[in-house]
Nanobody, 122 residues
């Protein structure tokens, strides 16, 4: 079992930056790929980004490429999501997840955090 806890969400202005953290406990988190998804009210859960267990491989959704960066520190069992140039359409609950390998669909992930809200105000 892997337990994931997200933090760092909040209310920001258009163009601002925010860094989310996902702290893991339980099984060896460094054995898992990690991903971030987001979900706005009334919408499906959307793939944001993912990173391999080593950090050497990453993947991004088209809507965040060039603005968001995923990274991980396996010594701290933590994955980060740096979000720059935030837009109102980035407003959503952001969820961290763990998977045996990088995946772009929620079904590919075995463990999920409870989420953290990001609201971008114009």
């Amino acid at each position: 079992q892997v337990h994931l806890v997200e933090s760092g969400g909040g209310l920001v202005q258009v163009g601002d930056s925010l860094r989310l953290s996902c702290a893991a406990s339980g099984r060896t988190f460094s054995n898992y790929a990690a991903g971030w998804f987001r979900q706005a009210p009334g919408k499906e859960r959307e793939f944001v980004t993912a990173i391999s267990w080593s950090g050497g491989d990453t993947s991004y959704g088209d809507s965040v490429k060039g603005r968001f960066t995923i990274s991980r520190d396996n010594a701290k069992n933590t994955v980060y999501l740096q979000m720059n140039s935030l837009k109102p359409e980035d407003t959503a609950g952001y969820y961290c997840a763990a998977s045996p390998s990088i995946a772009k669909f929620p079904a590919g992930y075995d463990y999920w955090g409870q989420g953290t809200q990001v609201t971008v105000s114009s």
